[in-house]
């Protein structure tokens, strides 16, 4: 697993609006833009199951989700390791609620972490596939990796799902406004993956969403003392 952890994950170029984002189904996929933190993660079932969770600067972040020890059960029979790129989200009411997850992706203590799993449990929203059974995928096409990671993955379940893909455009864009995701990113479908790299072969438009309010407190991270945890904030009524 040594040679794996190299392995940096591919980035986006930003699109100001919807119409500068590549409206083709056939040239170009479309998937949501999650609002969590992006990861690698490693997985092997043989000899033993074994979890490791990258960031994407290249941290180690497994102690953080003690979960995602069910991830060795992703993979489809017959396949013994995998290198996922991916989302850590926390759902609420089907939606990435990224407050309940900012609690949760710094800690490094096993019972904390423990006990902040059972209180707002993460799940990996798999979206690439970048080595599989010790092969390297990453020269591959976007739509042939697509094609096994599907095949790789079992069926989804609380701990970990497949993002879904669309070749509409518009119709994505106007359901992640009404939904309030974040946002969407296209995908070009004959695209390698660039590791570590910015390139314009992905494009992700994140909706902007505006809100006056008045900082009334705030607190330190859970353990440390440069980095804020939480803001109390007040919102105007309109009155």
Known sequence: ???????????????ESASELP?????????????????????????????????RAGNEATAAYPEFAALSGALAAGHTDAVLDGEVVVLREGR???????????VREARRAAALAAKAPATFIAFDLLRLDGEDLTSLPWSRRRELLAGALTSSSPTWQLSPVYDDR??????????????????????????????????????????????????????????????????????
């Open 170 to 239: 518009n119709a994505l864009v106007a359901a992640t406004v009404e939904q309030e995701l974040e946002g969407v990113v296209a995908k070009r479908r004959s695209s390698r993956y660039h590791c570590g790299r910015r390139t314009d072969d992905w494009i992700k438009l994140a909706h902007k969403r505006f809100q006056s309010a008045v900082v009334g407190g705030w607190r330190w991270e859970t353990g440390s003392r440069d980095r804020l945890g939480a803001l109390l904030i007040g919102v105007p009524d309109g009155d």
């Open 1 to 15: 697993m040594g040679a794996m952890a190299l392995l940096a994950p591919m980035l986006t170029t930003v699109a």
């Open 23 to 55: 409206d083709d189904g056939l040239t170009w996929a479309y998937e949501v833009k999650w609002d969590g933190v992006r990861v690698l993660a490693h997985v092997n079932t043989a000899p033993k199951p074994r979890i490791r969770i990258v960031s």
């Open 96 to 106: 990435p609620s990224f407050s309940a997850l900012a609690e949760r992706m710094h």
